[in-house]
C-alpha cells in the first residue's frame, strides 16, 4: 500500500531542492551548502562545530569536511578556534552566507506558492520528533525547552555543562538538548 503522506514530502523535497539549484545560478551552492548554513545560523556555541554540521545532516565525516571546505573557499564561513579549549573549531558565517540564505533558503518559490504554513510546521515538527526518537538521532532541540536549562539569578544556566548562557543562546540549537522528564 502506498502512503501518500510519504510521496508527498519525498516529492516537494526533491522539488525544492531542484528549486534552490535553479535560483542559485552560477554560485555553485547546492541544497546541501545551504542546509549546513542553516543550521549553523541556528547552531548555539556548543553546536557549531564541523562534528555537529555533520551529525545534524547525517553525512559521513569526509563529506562534510568537503562541503565545509568549499564553504570557506567560496567565502561564506570562517573557523575560529575555541577561547578556552584549542582542539575546538567553531564556524562562522560570513555576511555573504546571511545573504545567501536570505534569497535562497527558503527559495522564492516557497515564499511565492506555499500560502499559511503554521498548522503544516506544527504537524510536521510531531512527525520529526517521532521519527529523531523512534531512530535514536541527537535532537537538536532549541536550548529554553532542553530538561538542563535552569535559571540561576535570574538568568539562563545550563545544569549539564555547568555554565550560564547568554541570554541569546537560548533560542539556538543544541547538540546537548535533551526533552524534559515527563512529569511524575
Ligand atoms: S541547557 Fe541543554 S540545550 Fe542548553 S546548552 Fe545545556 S545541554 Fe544544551
Redesign the pocket.
Given at each position: 500500500m502506498t502512503d501518500r503522506a510519504y510521496e508527498l514530502l519525498e516529492r516537494v523535497a526533491s522539488l525544492l531542492r531542484a528549486e534552490q539549484r535553479r535560483e542559485s545560478g552560477a554560485t555553485g551552492l547546492e541544497p546541501v551548502h545551504l542546509q549546513a548554513l542553516t543550521y549553523l545560523a541556528l547552531a548555539?556555541r556548543?553546536s557549531d562545530t564541523p562534528q555537529s554540521v555533520g551529525e545534524y545532516l547525517g553525512l559521513t565525516k569526509g563529506n562534510m569536511s568537503q562541503r565545509l571546505l568549499w564553504l570557506e573557499r567560496h567565502g561564506y564561513l570562517k573557523r575560529s578556534r575555541d577561547e578556552s579549549d584549542g582542539r575546538v573549531v567553531h564556524l562562522r558565517l560570513t555576511d555573504r552566507a546571511r545573504d545567501a540564505l536570505a534569497s535562497l533558503s527558503p527559495p522564492r518559490l516557497w515564499r511565492e506558492a506555499a500560502g499559511d504554513t503554521v498548522r503544516l510546521g506544527e504537524e510536521l515538527d510531531g512527525l520529526l520528533g517521532r521519527l529523531l526518537a523512534r531512530g535514536g538521532y541527537r535532537a537538536f532541540g532549541q536550548?529554553r525547552t532542553?530538561r538542563?536549562?535552569e535559571r540561576v539569578n535570574g538568568s539562563p544556566y545550563?545544569a549539564?555543562?555547568q555554565v550560564s548562557?547568554d541570554p541569546e543562546q537560548v533560542d539556538r540549537l543544541?547538540r546537548?538538548?535533551e526533552e524534559p522528564l515527563p512529569a511524575a
Open positions: 548555539n556548543y536550548c532542553c538542563h536549562h545550563c549539564l555543562i548562557l543544541c546537548e538538548h
